[in-house]
């Protein structure tokens, strides 16, 4: 009797196997354990158009360029995969409407309907996509003057691996599509002409960026080195009155701004050399706090504006700014020479623009980067910009805080005129087996 029961479950279990089998659709083998033809079709286009066989090609009416791209396509695949590569011509009528019209085709086999396929927008080789920035202004639309510091006679601190004069460079590549002028201060002679404001090397003075690219060091001119020998925090105190006075934007690239000072020509002594750097000597915190009261005339009693603050993070308004100026330093940096946000607003009546998010508890009152405007009776009298992110400097921080300051607009010709993109399919069929 049990027998007979085994016998009758096993009687319906393979009744139910048959039936089963007899209405499940199942996927051919190729597809269930076959090459993927639209992942393979995909990054076979991306790598022609890479290698720029494809946008040299499908705008050509060669048959050389053509018996060229064929052979790339047929070596970019395995044996047993066949091809059909069509190009379409991509236009628009008045009311908008776009077509897509087949001008030229490749294959090397009859795909059959086991395929899959790709496609992909080609740009034309001889389109050339430009941006023109804006050109910084004043408020009454005059522009403004850019000056880097790239004094032949200074030397830098916390700039580890570069040089003033070697960050200068960078800088002028970076920023001077921006201004309408900009010019490089190649001796502290000349940054001793442009305090003076009787500079003879071009630029307007007034309203104008002076960017210090010697990081936690500043120039000092021949001229002062005596004047302030006694202590070269005053130095720096008229450097901030200065910086009021002419209503310029001061940056401080990296660091704890105006921690040193340097002149390699006139400090030469035994104990000229700060850290082993030749013509520096040492300020101090009372360097910043100086300038800032030169800048504001406002005094604070604060013991220690500075404090590492570890990781930060980018602001979602830096972000935008990244993308819209292309310029993309790390979302995140580590900030060692972080500011006290309650001395420099409440003591110093400064306005910050900030570049990233509040530090993490307990650092929520210090500002890693910003660009601070002194108010005076509600106008503006000159800037400090300091980034106070660790060693080895980036450029890009000290050139993003800038632009997201003054904010100058970029046109950017526009994508997609008539005739300069074309449309590029590829279908796939596999022949044989896996």
């Excluded at 049990?2 to 096993?10: A, K, L």
């Excluded at 047993?80 to 190009?87: A, C, D, F, Q, T």
């Excluded at 086999?109 to 910084?136: N, Q």
Aim: aromatic share 12%; hydrophobic share 35%.
């Amino acid at each position: 009797m049990r027998t007979v029961e085994v016998m009758f479950v096993i009687l319906i279990l393979l009744s139910a196997f048959v039936i089963t089998s007899q209405f499940a659709v199942l996927p051919t083998p190729r597809q269930a354990f076959g090459t993927n033809l639209r992942e393979l079709s995909q990054s076979t286009l991306d790598t022609l158009n890479t290698q720029g066989l494809l946008s040299e090609t499908v705008f050509s009416s060669s048959e050389s360029d053509w018996a060229d791209l064929q052979k790339a396509l047929s070596a970019s695949l395995p044996p047993n995969i066949v091809y059909n590569l069509k190009v379409f011509n991509i236009s628009k009528s008045s009311d908008g409407l776009v077509s897509y019209n087949l001008t030229n085709s490749i294959s090397d086999a009859d795909i059959g309907t086991d395929s899959d396929a790709a496609s992909l927008l080609v740009a034309s080789p001889d389109v050339t996509f430009t941006k023109e920035p804006e050109k910084v202004t004043d408020g009454s639309g005059q522009n403004i003057t850019l000056y880097i510091l790239n004094c032949n006679d200074s030397n830098g601190w916390w700039i580890t691996g570069y040089t003033g004069q070697g960050l200068a460079s960078e800088f002028y590549e970076l920023l001077s599509p921006y201004f309408a002028t900009t010019v490089l201060v190649n001796s502290t002679a000349q940054f001793n002409s442009l305090l003076d404001n009787s500079n003879g090397f071009g630029g307007t003075i007034q309203n104008a960026i002076v960017i210090n690219t010697f990081g936690e060091s500043v120039p000092i001119p021949s001229g002062l080195t005596d004047t302030y020998s006694g202590d070269y925090s005053q130095y720096c105190r008229f450097l901030g009155q200065r910086v009021n006075a002419y209503n310029w934007t001061w940056v401080s690239i990296v660091g704890y701004p105006l921690y040193y000072v340097s002149n390699t020509i006139e400090f030469d002594g035994y104990d000229d050399h700060a850290w082993g750097i030749y013509g520096m000597k040492n300020v101090g915190t009372a360097g910043l706090d100086a300038f800032l009261e030169g800048l504001t005339g406002q005094t604070s009693s604060a013991p220690d504006i500075m404090n590492p603050v570890n990781v930060v993070y980018l602001s979602s308004s830096a972000i935008e700014l990244c993308n819209y100026y292309g310029i993309y330093p790390n979302q995140y940096q580590t900030s060692s020479r972080a500011l006290k946000r309650s001395i420099l607003v409440s003591d110093y009546g400064l306005v910050a623009t900030e570049l990233f998010n509040p530090p993490a508890s307990p650092n929520e009152d210090y500002i890693p980067a910003a660009t601070y405007k002194n108010i005076e009776g509600g106008v503006g009298r000159g800037a400090l910009t300091a980034i106070g992110l660790t060693r080895t400097p980036d450029v890009r921080m000290a050139v993003l805080a800038l632009l997201m300051y003054y904010h100058p607009s970029v046109y950017r010709s526009e994508f997609g005129a008539s005739g300069t993109s074309k449309l590029v399919t590829l279908q796939l069929g596999q022949q044989g087996g896996n």
